[in-house]
C-alpha cells in the first residue's frame, strides 16, 4: 500500500488493512505532525497521477 510507505518514510508505524484503510501508531506529541504532513504528501502524489492505492473493487 503507497499510502502506509509514505508514512513509514516519515518514520511513523503504519498498518495496511486491505479494504479497511490503514492504522497509524502516534506514541508522541510530535508525530502528529508527521501524520498531517505524510497525508498530504500521499494526497498530493496521487492527485498527481503517481500510482496510489486501490480500494478492494480496484478503484483509485
Excluded at 479497511?20 to 501524520?35: L, S, W, Y
Aim: charged fraction near 25%; glycine fraction near 12%; aromatic fraction near 4%.
Amino acid at each position: 500500500m503507497a499510502a502506509a510507505a509514505t508514512f513509514e518514510a516519515h518514520g511513523l508505524v503504519a498498518r495496511p488493512y486491505a479494504g479497511e484503510g490503514m492504522r497509524v501508531t502516534i506514541a508522541q506529541a510530535e508525530a502528529d505532525d508527521r501524520v498531517l504532513s505524510s497525508g498530504t504528501e500521499h494526497r498530493r502524489s496521487a492527485a498527481d497521477g503517481l500510482p496510489g492505492d486501490a480500494d478492494a473493487a480496484g478503484r483509485p
